[in-house]
T-cell receptor
Framework: GAGVSQSPRYKVAKRGQDVALRCDPISGHVSLFWYQQALGQGPEFLTYFQNEAQLDKSGLPSDRFFAERPEGSVSTLKIQRTQQEDSAVYLC?????????????FGPGTRLTVL | AQKVTQAQTEISVVEKEDVTLDCVYETRDTTYYLFWYKQPPSGELVFLIRRNSFDEQNEISGRYSWNFQKSTSSFNFTITASQVVDSAVYFCALSDTGRRALTFGSGTRLQVQP
């Protein structure tokens, strides 16, 4: 069975450009999460969806970051006017049900480099 | 607020040695869950174990074992007879009441030399 997939795997952007990162969760998984992982650090939570509803966006670092999951499946993380500090790996995870601590399965991440 | 500390930044061992990765957590909740994930060079986080706060039994899975001690707020991970394929960054994570998000530690890089 397919795991979580993310595209693109690598993205280079010039400062000020907008980027869109895609996540395809495991089929049938209700919950979807986005994390940001800076070099040498652990992942940090950005936002979470239950189906199409964004229930927690407390980790989004600024209003330049926007996430959506319009049909409750594929999700897109958009970063507007990218800055150098946005350079990181962006990880997507999904879990089967929406209960505390249901196991999250992670994708391979998108490495974003902002020049 | 919740916090996870992995004080060991990097550990290097020789194949077949046993190695223990430390994890200390902070939470005010009585119900919480602890996780370990492995991140190989490919970058994908691989789930290893989940443990809830009411189950303090140690767990063994093959060469892996976990020691959960509420008294010291620790959830340590031991690899017995390490192998080169165990080389990766290992993350401990916490989920407490009301939050779906995981709080990760900063990770421990394990290098197993042949």
């Amino acid at each position: 069975g397919a795991g979580v997939s993310q595209s693109p795997r690598y993205k280079v952007a010039k400062r000020g450009q907008d980027v869109a990162l895609r996540c395809d969760p495991i089929s049938g998984h209700v919950s979807l999460f986005w994390y940001q992982q800076a070099l040498g650090q652990g992942p940090e939570f950005l936002t979470y969806f239950q189906n199409e509803a964004q229930l927690d966006k407390s980790g989004l670092p600024s209003d330049r970051f926007f996430a959506e999951r319009p049909e409750g499946s594929v999700s897109t993380l958009k970063i507007q006017r990218t800055q150098q500090e946005d350079s990181a790996v962006y990880l997507c995870a999904s879990s089967l049900v929406d209960v505390q601590a249901d196991t999250q399965y992670f994708g391979p991440g998108t490495r974003l480099t902002v020049l | 607020a919740q916090k996870v500390t992995q004080a060991q930044t990097e550990i290097s061992v020789v194949e077949k040695e046993d190695v223990t990765l430390d994890c200390v957590y902070e939470t005010r909740d009585t119900t919480y869950y602890l996780f370990w994930y492995k991140q190989p060079p490919s970058g994908e986080l691989v789930f290893l174990i989940r443990r809830n706060s009411f189950d303090e039994q140690n767990e063994i899975s093959g060469r892996y074992s976990w020691n959960f001690q509420k008294s010291t707020s620790s959830f340590n991970f031991t690899i017995t007879a390490s192998q080169v394929v165990d080389s990766a960054v290992y993350f401990c994570a916490l989920s407490d009441t009301g939050r779906r998000a995981l709080t990760f530690g900063s990770g421990t890089r394990l290098q197993v030399q042949p």
